[in-house]
C-alpha cells in the first residue's frame, strides 16, 4: 500500500504546483492582476489535490475514507467532466491543455485508489467518504456567501446566489426550484460515486473469488 499512498502524494504535489501555476495566469495573463474567485480552488475536482497532499500524514479510518474519496467521488468527477467540457475551454491555451490534464489525472488518482484498496475490506468507508462530501460542500457554501461580495464565486456549482448551471440538473431546477435541484444535485452526485464503490465492492469480490479457486 505505501507504494500507492507515494505515488499519490506526487500527484498531489504535481497538482498543486500546477494549481500556483493556474491561479498566476488567471490573475496576472488573463484578468490583469485582477483576482477571479471562479476559479478559487475549492471544486469538487480541486478536493483530491488536498487528500494526496495529507494522506502520508494521516492513518487508519481517516486514510481510508480519504482513498474511498478518491476513488469514487473523484473518480465520478473526473469521468463525468469529460461529458461536458465546455468548463475546460480557456482563453489561454495552455490553461485549456491543464484543465483537460488535470481531470485525466483525476481518473488516474481514483483508479489508483481503488487498486490500492482492493485487498481491503472497504465496508464502512463509504458513509465515511460521503461525510467528507457534505463537509467539502459546507465549506463551499461557506466560501460562496463570505466571497460573494468580492466578486462571482461559485464553488462546487452549489451557490445560493445563481441558478443552477449544470447540464441536465439545471432544467431540474426549473421545475423544482434552484434550492430543490441544489440538492437534487447533490444527492445524485451521492449516488454516482456510490455506483462506483459498488463496481469497485465487486471488482474485489472477483479478484478474492478467482485467488481463491486458483
Same mark, same amino acid.
Given at each position: 500500500?505505501?507504494?500507492?499512498?507515494?505515488?499519490?502524494?506526487? +500527484?498531489?504535489? $504535481?497538482?498543486?504546483?500546477?494549481?500556483?501555476?493556474? &491561479?498566476?495566469? /488567471?490573475?496576472?495573463? @488573463?484578468?490583469?492582476?485582477?483576482?477571479?474567485?471562479?476559479?478559487? *480552488?475549492?471544486?469538487? +475536482?480541486?478536493? *483530491?489535490?488536498?487528500? +494526496?497532499?495529507?494522506?502520508?500524514?494521516?492513518?487508519?479510518?481517516?486514510?481510508?475514507?480519504?482513498?474511498?474519496?478518491?476513488?469514487?467521488?473523484?473518480?465520478? #468527477? =473526473? !469521468?463525468?467532466?469529460?461529458?461536458?467540457?465546455? =468548463?475546460?475551454?480557456?482563453?489561454?491555451? *495552455?490553461?485549456? $491543455?491543464?484543465?483537460?490534464?488535470?481531470?485525466?489525472?483525476?481518473?488516474? /488518482?481514483?483508479?489508483?485508489?481503488?487498486? #490500492? &484498496?482492493?485487498?481491503?475490506?472497504?465496508? =464502512?468507508?463509504?458513509?465515511?467518504?460521503?461525510?467528507?462530501?457534505?463537509?467539502?460542500?459546507? @465549506?463551499?457554501?461557506?466560501?460562496? !456567501? $463570505?466571497?460573494?461580495?468580492? #466578486?462571482?464565486?461559485?464553488?462546487?456549482? @452549489?451557490?445560493?446566489?445563481? %441558478?443552477? #448551471? &449544470?447540464?441536465?440538473? %439545471?432544467?431540474?431546477?426549473?421545475?423544482? =426550484?434552484?434550492?430543490?435541484?441544489?440538492?437534487?444535485?447533490?444527492?445524485?452526485?451521492?449516488?454516482?460515486?456510490?455506483?462506483?464503490?459498488? /463496481?469497485?465492492?465487486? +471488482?474485489?469480490?472477483? $479478484?478474492?473469488?478467482?485467488?481463491?479457486?486458483?
Amino acid at each position: 500500500m505505501k507504494k500507492y499512498i507515494r505515488f499519490l502524494f506526487v +500527484c498531489g504535489l $504535481v497538482m498543486l504546483v500546477s494549481e500556483i501555476w493556474k &491561479q498566476y495566469c /488567471i490573475t496576472f495573463i @488573463i484578468n490583469e492582476h485582477s483576482y477571479n474567485w471562479w476559479y478559487f *480552488p475549492f471544486q469538487l +475536482c480541486s478536493i *483530491p489535490m488536498y487528500l +494526496c497532499l495529507l494522506l502520508p500524514f494521516v492513518s487508519g479510518k481517516i486514510r481510508e475514507v480519504f482513498l474511498t474519496f478518491l476513488m469514487t467521488f473523484s473518480l465520478m #468527477g =473526473g !469521468i463525468f467532466t469529460f461529458f461536458d467540457t465546455s =468548463g475546460l475551454h480557456h482563453s489561454y491555451a *495552455p490553461l485549456t $491543455v491543464h484543465s483537460y490534464l488535470w481531470h485525466m489525472l483525476l481518473i488516474i /488518482i481514483g483508479i489508483t485508489a481503488g487498486l #490500492g &484498496q482492493r485487498k481491503k475490506n472497504t465496508a =464502512g468507508t463509504f458513509p465515511g467518504s460521503v461525510l467528507c462530501y457534505l463537509t467539502c460542500c459546507v @465549506i463551499a457554501t461557506l466560501f460562496n !456567501i $463570505v466571497f460573494h461580495s468580492y #466578486g462571482t464565486i461559485n464553488m462546487f456549482y @452549489i451557490s445560493p446566489y445563481y %441558478k443552477m #448551471g &449544470q447540464k441536465v440538473f %439545471k432544467d431540474i431546477a426549473v421545475l423544482t =426550484g434552484n434550492t430543490a435541484g441544489i440538492l437534487i444535485y447533490i444527492g445524485a452526485n451521492i449516488a454516482g460515486a456510490y455506483l462506483i464503490y459498488l /463496481i469497485w465492492s465487486n +471488482c474485489s469480490r472477483q $479478484v478474492k473469488h478467482f485467488r481463491y479457486l486458483s
